[in-house]
């Protein structure tokens, strides 16, 4: 019914910028308190940022608040991650989903940070 689509991960170096998008298909998620997880590798999933359906309030990891932040676009149907001074400690997997997982886990995205 829906299918999450993570994108822009990639290779950053320490200090560097990268910004995650999300797209989910079958229907809108603008109804929906959206967030981002990672999992690193050995780790369990973690929650990394939330945010409401208006976008009036969002929420952050400890680890990140500071340099991420979360945004959502629903006339288009997008969530994204502006993921400012990198860290090594950011590589992982990066995943969008409600906080309470409403959805099937899409295959994530790629983040990888270099020292």
């Known amino acids: 019914q829906v299918r999450l689509v993570e994108s822009g991960g990639g290779l950053a170096q320490a200090g560097g910028s990268l910004r995650l998008s999300c797209t989910a298909s079958?229907?809108?998620?603008?109804?929906?308190?959206m967030g981002w997880f990672r999992r690193a590798p050995g780790k369990e999933r973690e929650f990394v940022a939330s945010?409401?359906?208006?976008?009036?309030?969002?929420n952050y990891a400890d680890s990140v608040k500071g340099r991420f932040t979360i945004s959502r676009d629903n006339a288009k149907n997008t969530l994204y991650l502006q993921m400012n001074s990198l860290k090594p400690e950011d590589t992982a997997v990066y995943y969008c989903?409600?906080?309470?997982?409403?959805?099937?886990w899409g295959q994530g995205t790629q983040v990888t940070v270099s020292s």
């Open positions: 079958g229907r809108a998620f603008s109804a929906y308190t």
């Open positions: 989903n409600t906080p309470a997982y409403s959805f099937h």
């Open positions: 945010i409401t359906w208006s976008g009036a309030s969002t």
